[in-house]
């Protein structure tokens, strides 16, 4: 049960704690944030409405364990994170609980995003390791008009203090890809869950305080984004900011100051299906890619691009799968869930009328209850319309028929989001050239669009975000190249002229 056995102490009667240095803390303003369950549409849980001098706090004691955690051996950091992972998996059902009841993801999958978290900070303890163990040798003489009198050596060292604000719909496993790699570099992290989703990455946030890390090496502040999310993202103290979410990023990225940014901020992920695809393989993944968890997820097939010729034996077997899927609560593994908000309801509701309005073909009748959305299919989307352009974030998906490769691509590119795209062929000179063409910053082939494996590269264009993730590049994105050059008073090669140099 969350909140219960060795998670207790993270919470004070009915509001959790917020995490710093080394130790649980209520929050001196008094106040809490409630987290609404999107099933019941009721509180569900409370936390901590953090001040910014406690922000202030939390930024010093970070900022100090850093300086130790850097001279800490990269076996020890791995150890600690091998540790953690053990602990994460270990209690992956209090977690999971808390995945369902916060943001409604269904059960089965709740238990998943745990385990994969745990898989994920192992593999980037192992893969920092080796990564951060190497470094670069270069001499001098490779540049003209230089003898060999210089040796430099390059390694990567930390960047100090790592903000980290992961999304609502991945609160555990885009916490943990960023977490890990900042401390295997040997940074320390401030954690600002978002708030649905903040109960699950403080019970995360536990099993790293278990594994035994240093105090003040990971805080979590948990409150308000209008009270301490500028006051986060632009506090001199931070070194560098990595976020996943919405065009909050946008405005983040424009206030922040001269640190680096790592930016996930979603997308328009179009799937282009040519006249040679296998259309029961596109079904499958047109229902996986665009409506599983309710096709809230930055990588969900958001908008098809099918050849006219093959599109209405394209609806048809996505139309009967549709009517497979189970709606309901995810305690019951349901497909279908409620979305996060009401909010975000009436967002999707308003696309759906706007579609509605402009003559899009319904597949099947819109139906909503609550937070509690039908699955929807769109046929005969047309560019005018708001669905074409905009992420729904929600499981209704629009169909755009199109005569021509061309004209996919060309929509695909008209897009300010270019996260990732997929197209369904079977000629894989044109999926190359396809793929070329998209500008996005994965294209899948003949499978619909995801960020996994963990360890793949993750990256979008445009307003889609800025810099690669994946657990190479975070790791590497999180450090900072030293060099160090030695001089020497004269040129020096390995092999001389028959003789050896004087000494």
């Not at 709606?327 to 509701?349: K, Y």
Request: proline share 6%; charged share 20%; glycine share 8%.
């Amino acid at each position: 049960m969350a909140g219960t056995g060795v998670f207790a102490e993270i919470l004070d009667g009915d509001v959790y704690k917020y995490y710093a240095d080394g130790e649980w803390k209520k929050s001196s303003s008094g106040k809490a944030v409630a987290i609404i369950n999107p099933t019941t549409r009721k509180t569900q849980y409370k936390v901590q409405a953090c001040t910014q001098e406690e922000v202030n706090k939390a930024m010093e004691s970070s900022k100090a364990a850093q300086k130790s955690w850097a001279k800490t051996p990269l076996w020890k950091r791995a150890e600690l994170l091998h540790k953690a992972a053990a602990i994460l998996k270990e209690h992956k059902a209090p977690i999971a609980e808390c995945l369902v009841k916060e943001i409604a993801k269904p059960a089965k999958d709740a238990v998943t995003e745990v385990v994969r978290s745990g898989d994920l900070v192992s593999y980037t303890a192992e893969e920092g390791v080796r990564i951060l163990g190497e470094g670069k040798f270069l001499v001098s003489d490779s540049f003209p008009g230089n003898e060999r009198t210089k040796y430099c050596l390059t390694s990567k060292i930390p960047l100090g203090v790592i903000l980290a604000i992961p999304p609502f719909n991945y609160p555990v496993n885009l916490a943990v890809s960023k977490i890990a790699p900042a401390l295997i570099a040997g940074n320390s992290l401030v954690l600002k869950p978002p708030t649905q989703g903040a109960v699950s990455a403080l019970h995360m946030v536990h099993c790293f305080h278990l594994a035994g890390f240093p105090k003040g090496l990971i805080s979590c502040v948990t409150g308000k984004g209008s009270e301490i999310g500028d006051f986060l993202t632009m506090h001199p103290g931070v070194n560098c900011i990595s976020f996943t979410g919405g065009d909050t990023g946008i405005a983040i990225s424009k206030k922040a100051g001269m640190i680096p940014l790592q930016m996930e901020l979603g997308g328009k992920d179009a799937c282009i299906v040519l006249e040679d695809a296998d259309l029961d393989l596109v079904a499958s993944n047109i229902i996986k890619g665009g409506f599983s968890y309710s096709g809230q997820r930055c990588t969900a097939v958001k908008i098809v691009l099918v050849m006219e010729s093959v599109a209405d034996a394209l609806v048809e077997k996505v139309k009967a799968k549709i009517a497979k899927l189970t709606v309901g609560p995810p305690e019951d593994d349901c497909d279908i869930t409620p979305v996060v908000s009401e909010s975000s309801a009436n967002f999707i509701e308003g696309l759906v009328k706007d579609a509605k309005e402009k003559g899009a073909t319904f597949c099947q009748d819109y139906k909503r209850d609550g937070n509690l959305i039908w699955p929807l299919l769109l046929d005969d989307v047309r560019p005018d319309m708001r669905i074409a352009w905009e992420e729904p974030f929600g499981p209704v998906l629009p169909v755009i028929r199109i005569n021509s490769i061309e004209e996919g691509i060309h929509h695909c590119n008209a897009s300010n989001f270019g996260l990732q795209g997929c197209v369904f062929t079977k000629d894989v000179n044109k999926a190359i050239l396809i793929s070329d063409a998209m500008e996005t910053g994965t294209v899948q082939i003949n499978s619909a669009p995801a960020r996994g494996p963990d360890h793949f590269p993750f990256q979008g264009l445009k307003d889609s975000g800025i810099g690669s993730q994946g657990v190479t590049n975070s790791i590497n994105m999180m450090t900072k190249i030293k060099s160090t050059v030695i001089n020497l008073p004269t040129p020096s090669y390995t092999l001389g002229n028959g003789g050896h140099s004087k000494l």
